[in-house]
């Protein structure tokens, strides 16, 4: 094992144990952590991205097969120029609006308390927004 994979692997043991204290985490076999907070399915994996700049990257699933509806995509893109942590998307299909939450760092240095924390703030916003963007279509 190369020495970045090694620390790859090391950030993401170390990305699970912060995450356990909050959620149940699935390691999926190519070493991707995977979990549910609520109704929002999340995935961490962690990627080299230059020579010694490794990063955690966070991808939650807010919501999908929303109607695609202008008003419901221009609240969606309003609220993720509000958010500090994440960037949102919006992916038009043919069952209507899917919105993701994606938030990349680097986590070297960071330890287990301060690692969850931050996931926590991303997952706990993705989970905010999907309430948010379900009273949309209901209301």
Known sequence: MTQEAARTATLLTLAREALERFVDVHVDDDGALTFRHGEVPCAV??????EG???LSLTCVVAWDLPDDPKLAASAAERAGQGLFGTL?????EDGMDVTLRYAFPA??????????LLMLVVSNASQLRTELLEGVGG
């Open 108 to 117: 070297d240095g960071l330890d287990s308390t301060a690692l969850g924390t």
């Open 89 to 93: 998307g919006v992916v038009h299909s």
């Open 45 to 50: 994996q962690a990627m080299q991205l230059a």
């Open 53 to 55: 700049l490794i990063v």
